[in-house]
């Protein structure tokens, strides 16, 4: 089975501390992507990638940026974190396309800004 | 672009009483249709997907969903709950012009014994 692992289940951060969420992949997955999840809201897409290298912006971008510079590892970074990043972040995979094939979910990052 | 809509924010259901959980989807085209479940404090896991074909779909811990076209809908069914299945469910609407999924806002549900 494809493996998703977020490094850190829960984090606490302070306001204006920069920020790495790490996501790593074991199963050769072109797509990768990361969302946060807030009640009420559903999940909300920040960026996702389609290969090394590429990326592109989702639907709430502001405040976030992401690396790839390993087909298996996206990295999302808060560049100075703030109270209202407070949420839970959700990174997945997918094999192309991934519309079509569905994506996979590590267990996610509970993330607290104080 | 494509939206997903689930009507129920939360409900709660008996342990051994059947569960619907309703999806409606907007889009021109047949879409690419999925249900996911979320147990607390975990990420995301695929129960079932709906591609083309028979347009009743089984997944996986006993939920089937059913594809109706007219209706724009995929909605979820398990014909007996158990304690278990307490979560929070999303459904999810991909196209082939575009990478991402949409995902509706989440049902909860709640099994009482």
């Known amino acids: 089975d494809v493996k998703v692992t977020q490094s850190s289940r829960y984090l606490v951060k302070r306001t204006g501390e920069k920020v790495f969420l790490e996501c790593v992949q074991d199963m050769d997955h072109e797509n990768m992507f990361w969302y946060r999840q807030d009640p009420g809201l559903g999940l909300r897409l920040i960026y996702f990638?389609?290969?090394?290298?590429?990326?592109e912006k989702g639907d709430i971008p502001e405040g976030y940026s992401v690396s790839r510079e390993k087909k298996e590892r996206f990295s999302l970074i808060l560049e100075s974190a703030s109270t209202n990043q407070t949420s839970m972040y959700l990174c997945a995979s997918s094999s192309v396309p991934g519309q079509i094939s569905g994506y996979t979910f590590g267990s996610g990052t509970r993330l607290t800004v104080v | 672009a494509q939206s997903v809509t689930q009507p129920d924010i939360h409900i709660t259901v008996s342990e051994g009483a059947s569960l619907e959980l309703r999806c409606n989807y907007s889009y021109g085209a047949t879409p690419y249709l999925f249900w996911y479940v979320q147990s607390p404090g975990q990420g995301l896991q695929l129960l079932l997907k709906?591609?083309?074909?028979?347009?009743l779909v089984q997944g996986i811990k006993g939920f089937e969903a059913e594809f109706k076209r007219s209706q724009s809908s995929f909605n979820l069914r398990k014909p007996s709950v158990h304690w278990s299945d307490a979560a929070e469910y999303f459904c999810?609407?991909?196209?082939?012009?575009?990478?991402?999924?949409?995902f509706g806002a989440g049902t909860t549900v709640t099994v009482r014994a």
């Open positions: 990638s389609y290969d090394v290298k590429m990326k």
């Open positions: 999810a609407v991909g196209t082939l012009s575009d990478y991402k999924l949409s």
């Open positions: 709906y591609f083309s074909g028979d347009t």
